[in-house]
């Protein structure tokens, strides 16, 4: 019983690098969608800019509803502009084979 009390107290020692590679939060959304917010400190009046910034609030909310991330959702939106048909690289990057025996 004692270790079983000693494992939880070692674990909850632990806890904050388990926490590290958390994303940040703000107001329950990840940070990263919330940086048009920041285009307003720079003018509060600007209407077109507070649409922007609660059209993109609303896009990331339903994504993270849906199950995506911030960047998984940057991924996918690559994704869908590049299209299934991606050119290869160009034949001078291509890496040959050497043998230095």
Not at 54 to 68: C, D, P
Request: charged share 20%; glycine share 4%; net charge positive.
């Amino acid at each position: 019983m004692a270790d079983a009390a000693q494992d939880t107290a070692e674990e909850k020692a632990n806890w904050h690098w388990r926490n590290t590679m958390m994303p940040v939060r703000f107001f329950n959304l990840d940070a990263r969608a919330a940086i048009p917010f920041c285009l307003l400190l720079l003018r509060l009046t600007a209407i077109p800019l507070w649409i922007l910034a609660f059209v993109n609030l609303m896009i990331f909310r339903y994504l993270e509803n849906k199950g995506l991330t911030f960047p998984a959702a940057m991924r996918t939106l690559r994704g869908k502009i590049t299209g299934p048909n991606r050119p290869a690289w160009v034949s001078l990057r291509h890496r040959t084979m050497k043998d230095f025996g």
